[in-house]
Structure formats: C-alpha cells, structure tokens
C-alpha cells in the first residue's frame, strides 16, 4: 500500500525566489510543450517534447533562463503531460471509470504550484533536505518516514504555504476485530446521526466565516487589476479559504479515525453529492459539510486498518420505513423530524431511524425488519492514503486517483 506524506517547510528567501524560478520554468515547459501537442496531428512522445520544449529551448535566447533550475522538474513536468493526455484518451475510450476526464489545459503563474525532485536531484542532510539548485531546506517534520521515498514534491498552495509530499510504501496496520457495527445518516442540519443514537454537529466553518469572506472579496473586486493592494486583497482571500479547509478537513479526519477504531463494519448512504450542490439554495450548505470527502477518508481508513465499508443503494427507503415493524409509510417532507407509525405505533426521530435502516441494508439484522440488501463495495481507487497517528489524528491527510 502506498501513503503520502506530508510536510510543511519554511524555505528562506534566496530559497523563495530558487524556488518560485523552478516553478516558473515547469510551468513554462508545459505550456510550450502542451501547445506543440495541440498543434500536432499526432501526440509526440515524451523524448520528443523533452529534446525540443528543453535541450534545444535553452539554447535559445527567449528560453536560456531554463538552464538556471535543476532539469530534473523540467523533465517530469512534460512526463506529467503524458500521464494527463494518456488520462484523457483512457477517459473519452470509457477505458476509465469515474467522471469523464477534460483534456490537458495551460497553467497559469497564479494560484498553486508544484515541482518533482527525482532520487537523484534530493537528499537528506540530517534533519534538512537538499533540493537541486534550490539548496538545504528546513522541514517541520511531524512524524518520521517509514520507508526511502523514491521522488518528493515541492508544493506551494494559494495562501503562499510550502509543502513537502513524499509517496512511500508502507504495510497496512490491522486493527483487533471490533464487534461494533454502525450506522450513519449524512445530513445538513445535524452533520452525521448514528444508529446508536448519537448526533454529531458540523463546524461548519464557512457558515462562520461567510461575512468576513464576503468583505475581503469585496475588498479584491474594488482593487486595480496589476496593483499590489491587489496582490494583498487575494492573498488575505486565500488565507481565509485555506483556514476553512483546515477546519474542515480536522473534523473530518478527527470523526472518520474515531469510526474506524471504535467499528468493525460502516454503514453509509449513496448520496448524489454531485447533483444535489446543483440545487442553489442548499449547494453552498452541503459544500460547507464535506459529505464526499468524509466518505472518501472512511474507505481509504477502512483499507488501511482492515475494517469494512458498506455503501448501501441511494433509492432505500431509509426515511420512509419504520425500523421496528418494517412498514413503509410513504414519502415525508423534510420539516418532519418525527413521526408515528401507522402500522405499530412506534414513534420514530426522522435521523435516527433512518441510521438504523442504512445499518440494517448493510446486511445487519438487529431490528424486527433486518435483511440484507444489495450494497456496493468499498471502492479500489483509494490507493494512497496518509500515514495515521493514533495519537494525533490531526495530521492526516489523503490522495486519490
């Protein structure tokens, strides 16, 4: 099994302005390598676009500042054109599952960048770490690698924060067998109802911070296209949002390990995520929650400490059947949040009832309606996953693809 790992780094300035030229160069190779492939009939193959958009570029004077960074970014940014146009042709063929793939498309210098170092172009120096032409640099290291990374990659996000990412291989850790199963209901108001009872509420951190953002990206929309007080007005923006992730993803990551080591089996609900953020009214709400990403970290947890992860059909009638009696009363709307049933006279709250069916389709049949119904199995693409901490949760993170 293979994890990222993720460290934070706090390069100085000589090594800022290394890094943001290596940036610039990885991006520009990929430009001119991408528009060489549009203009092509054929697609080139990646010894072509290396010899023309780098070995003959830098002896060009327009390119001869490439010659100034380590090849080796150079190099796997056109390799990472390739992966993205063999992606692409896998997609349109129906060769590759999931949502359908956009073609390659041009970087811009905004936003976020990101290189690869290859073994020969990195190496550890004590507790720093030498990047080629970019020199030694300090890493906050929260936990130690378990095994020699092959390539790391040099991140720097939209709120102007470094990054180290490593992939290494690493054995999954099994966890002794639980006899806890549970179940869960996805919702807005309450982030996640357990079939046990338990509520649990969301942060919901961009519900809290929605006024300041409406300020700053007012402030941004009234400052001068080019001027530094814009410059400043997006960077403050960009703070805000990736403040709001983290908060986000904390929770996520906090709730999803709890579940994974209190429970032998999960069960969950199939949501249409994706179409229902296409409802106005609810989409900034649900985006708010994370219900795909907590599903996500669920499944790849669940493949890392040998639990199991059952996602039931999205068309159960989890809120319309009683729990107890198994009658189905029919479509209720959403501001019921307890009813009576009609046919035993049990009286049911809405979220809690519906957790108890998601557990009972998962195959468990501890109520009076228990039988087991068709689920799909936990997915095969999460196939790299963050190294977990019992102790501190707080710095996991994920990466699918």
Not at 97 to 114: D, L
Not at 175 to 184: A, F, M
Not at 337 to 356: F, S, T, V
């Amino acid at each position: 099994m293979k994890q990222r790992y993720r460290y934070r780094f706090y390069p100085t300035t000589e090594q800022q302005t290394n890094l943001a030229k290596a940036f610039g160069c990885s991006r520009v190779v990929w430009n001119d390598a991408l528009a060489l492939c549009n203009q092509s009939d054929k697609l080139p193959k990646n010894s072509e676009l290396q010899k023309i958009c780098i070995t003959e570029a830098k002896k060009i004077d327009e390119r001869s500042w490439l010659s100034e960074v380590s090849v080796t970014p150079l190099q796997q940014s056109v390799a990472d054109l390739g992966v993205a146009f063999s992606n692409f042709f896998s997609s349109m063929k129906g060769k590759r599952k999931g949502p359908k793939v956009k073609a390659p498309r041009f970087k811009k210098k905004s936003g976020k960048q990101s290189i690869r170092f290859t073994r020969n172009s990195f190496s550890f120096k004590g507790e720093k770490i030498y990047l080629a032409k970019v020199g030694n640099v300090k890493v906050h290291w929260s936990r130690l690698l378990p095994s020699e990374p092959s390539s790391v990659t040099v991140i720097k996000d939209a709120s102007e924060r470094y990054f180290l990412s490593f992939v290494v291989e690493v054995s999954p850790v099994l966890l002794p067998e639980s006899p806890n199963s549970i179940g869960i209901d996805l919702g807005i108001t309450t982030f996640a109802t357990l079939s046990n009872g338990e509520k649990i509420e969301a942060p919901k951190p961009l519900k809290k911070n929605l006024k300041k953002l409406a300020r700053l990206q007012k402030e941004l929309s009234r400052c001068q296209k080019g001027s530094n007080r814009r410059k400043v007005a997006k960077l403050r923006v960009a703070k805000l949002h990736s403040r709001i992730a983290d908060i986000r993803n904390d929770f996520l990551h906090k709730l999803s390990t709890r579940l994974i080591f209190e429970n032998q089996e999960i069960n969950l609900e199939d949501l249409n995520v994706s179409g229902m953020v296409k409802n106005r009214k609810l989409s900034k709400a649900i985006s708010d929650l994370g219900w795909r990403a907590f599903r996500v970290m669920l499944e790849a947890k669940a493949l890392m400490y040998g639990r199991d992860v059952n996602v039931i059909s999205r068309w159960e009638p989890t809120s319309q059947t009683c729990s107890e009696c198994g009658f189905r009363g029919g479509r209720k709307e959403l501001n019921i949040r307890e009813w009576e049933c009609l046919n035993c006279g049990a009286l049911h709250d809405r979220d809690i009832n519906a957790a108890i069916n998601i557990k009972v389709a998962g195959g468990h049949s501890e109520t009076k309606n228990g039988r087991k119904r068709e689920r799909k199995t936990l997915s095969d693409k999460a196939v790299l996953v963050e190294s977990v901490n019992p102790g501190n949760p707080v710095q996991l993170s994920f990466q699918f693809c």
